[in-house]
């Protein structure tokens, strides 16, 4: 008597089918996870190589030239300015236009770092002194060309950098 090979019944098929399923959707499914992962590790370090070489090569540059230029409107505003206002030869004159119109074109007389860093009572030595470690006092300057209206706010800047970005 030969033995026939009892046909699985449908219900256990169709759950070995499912276990199969399952396991193929787990592997896949843990596939995506890891391919998720690596790709956020790949971006945060990417942004981290990406900030860390804008903070090394370009902050110091720019914290200079605007530190400068913040320190070169000080200059020109409150202490320039009100000098120039105060004293007795543009009392004589009374007109700002009359004394500062011929510096439009050729601009008022350089003024080194290190001037403007002890103009004004010295208060914006204690600011700015930063600015010495990276740029040569006398060599860096800055030129005033006052602009029409000549009021304490006209006026644009020529710089000249002798820094050490």
């Given at each position: 008597m030969t033995k026939v090979k009892a046909k699985p019944k449908a219900s256990a098929r169709a759950s070995a089918k499912s276990r199969q399923k399952n396991r193929t959707k787990s592997a896949s499914s843990s596939f995506s996870?890891?391919?998720?992962?690596?790709?956020?590790?790949?971006v945060v370090m990417v942004i981290?190589?990406?900030?860390?070489?804008?903070?090394?090569?370009?902050?110091?540059?720019?914290?200079?030239?605007?530190?400068?230029?913040?320190l070169a409107s000080d200059y020109y505003e409150n202490y320039f300015y009100e000098n120039m206002v105060n004293s007795e030869e543009f009392k004589k004159i009374n007109n700002t236009e009359t004394a500062l119109s011929k510096y439009h074109d050729k601009g008022l007389t350089p003024i080194s770092l290190?001037?403007?860093?002890?103009?004004?009572?010295?208060?914006?030595?204690?600011k700015y002194h930063f600015l010495t470690d990276y740029c040569d006092e006398e060599k860096t300057t800055v030129i005033f060309y006052p602009d029409p209206p000549y009021k304490r706010t006209s006026y644009h800047t020529e710089y000249t950098y002798t820094c050490n970005f």
């Open positions: 996870v890891r391919k998720l992962v690596l790709s956020i590790i790949l981290i190589i990406i900030s860390t070489f804008y903070a090394f090569f370009f902050t110091k540059e720019q914290k200079i030239k605007s530190s400068l230029s913040a290190n001037n403007l860093l002890l103009s004004n009572d010295q208060k914006n030595y204690e």
